[in-house]
């Protein structure tokens, strides 16, 4: 996996670790190395020269819509073939390897269940195509686990979004895999339905699993993952503790758009917060606040427009869309 290493400036940049090949005998060594694997479709790179490794635990893997996170999960289960560079799981290759996929459980995005299906039928059927030995044991196991006894019976068409990620989830682990990669499970689920998820495979990881869970959403994955890797443009653009990826996100420019009855009076009394780096006029009337810490800017503004008996009528935020955030820490 990369690492971060300080640069003289105080930094952080992404550097790869050179892994040799993992031994599955040997505890918390690699389980998946990716080296230099580039994959495009004609003219489109999804995934350029990325090389990384995962051990046991749960790590995340965040990046915008589009950053090729599911083509590269794809490249790490042997859905695809690299168009460059190579992928080893369990110090194995991917591609044509049947042995090797029983030990894998996958959950893709947008995979399809037969609402006609009660959810104990589903995960029958996936135990039948893992050819697992006894299958009522099987799926008595994952179905328990996933905390869905009580709907088993029921059909999937009829279960919300969090109850049919659940039962995906135990037809991806009935056969009892080494490694799991889940591609955005907590998309769609309500708050409530995130958290019961989120425990589930955190205590998964803690057994030994290696678990992938892939977001685009930084909260998701940082309430969760011991390790994060940060993929944009399908570039590896950070990795390493969440705590590193959450401080750079935290001295990333925000740049604001403020209203209010007297814009020149309010300018000249933000440039006095220590959190303010500059002002402009933007020609229709509003000032445009550069800051690095927003929070004591979100204080400051309020603050001020009490002290010089100034109103605000419009705090709006410019650049605060996830792309442009996961675009900041991957010019970094």
């Known amino acids: 996996m990369a690492t971060f290493d300080q640069e003289p400036g105080g930094g952080?940049?992404?550097?790869?670790?050179?892994?040799?090949?993992?031994?599955?005998?040997?505890?918390?060594?690699?389980?998946?190395?990716?080296?230099?694997?580039?994959?495009?479709f004609g003219d489109v790179v999804s995934v350029n020269d990325v090389s990384l490794s995962v051990r046991p635990g749960l790590t995340g893997l965040l990046g915008p819509n589009g950053a090729?996170?599911?083509?590269?999960?794809?490249l790490i289960c042997g859905l695809a073939r690299p168009s460059d560079g190579e992928v080893r799981v369990l110090g194995q290759p991917v591609r044509n390897n049947p042995d090797l996929y029983k030990r894998l459980g996958v959950m893709s995005e947008h995979q399809a269940t037969y609402d006609f299906m009660t959810g104990r039928q589903f995960v029958e059927l996936n135990a039948?195509?893992?050819?697992?030995?006894?299958?009522?044991?099987?799926?008595d196991r994952?179905?328990?686990?996933?905390?869905?006894?009580?709907?088993?019976?029921?059909?999937?068409g009829g279960y919300s979004r969090g109850m049919r990620q659940r039962m995906r989830l135990a037809a991806v682990m009935v056969h009892d895999p080494e490694i799991l990669l889940l591609d955005e499970p907590l998309s769609g689920t309500d708050p409530r339905q995130r958290i019961e998820f989120q425990n589930l495979v955190?205590?998964?990881?803690?057994e030994g699993r290696t678990i992938m869970i892939s977001s685009h959403i930084l909260e998701e994955v940082e309430a969760v993952a011991d390790r994060i890797l940060l993929l944009v443009g399908g570039k590896l653009a950070a990795a390493g503790d969440y705590r590193v990826i959450r401080q750079k996100l935290s001295e990333r420019p925000y740049i604001v758009r403020v209203g209010a009855t007297d814009?020149?009076?309010?300018?000249?009394?933000?440039?006095?917060?220590s959190s303010v780096e500059s002002i402009s006029m933007d020609g229709e009337g509003f000032?445009?606040?550069?800051?690095?810490?927003v929070r004591e800017l979100q204080m400051a503004l309020p603050r001020a427009a009490g002290e010089i008996g100034v109103r605000l009528n419009r705090v709006d935020p410019l650049d605060d869309s996830l792309e442009s955030v996961f675009a900041y820490l991957a010019d970094r």
């Open 142 to 156: 994952a179905i328990e686990r996933v905390d869905m006894k009580d709907a088993e019976g029921r059909k999937l």
């Open 128 to 139: 039948q195509l893992q050819r697992v030995t006894d299958v009522k044991t099987a799926v």
């Open 12 to 40: 952080a940049v992404a550097v790869p670790e050179t892994d040799a090949v993992p031994d599955p005998e040997v505890p918390n060594g690699p389980t998946i190395v990716v080296r230099n694997v580039s994959k495009w």
């Open 68 to 74: 090729g996170k599911t083509t590269l999960l794809r």
């Open 202 to 206: 955190v205590e998964m990881a803690r």
């Open 287 to 293: 000032i445009q606040v550069l800051s690095r810490n």
């Open 263 to 273: 814009v020149r009076a309010l300018a000249a009394r933000l440039m006095q917060e």
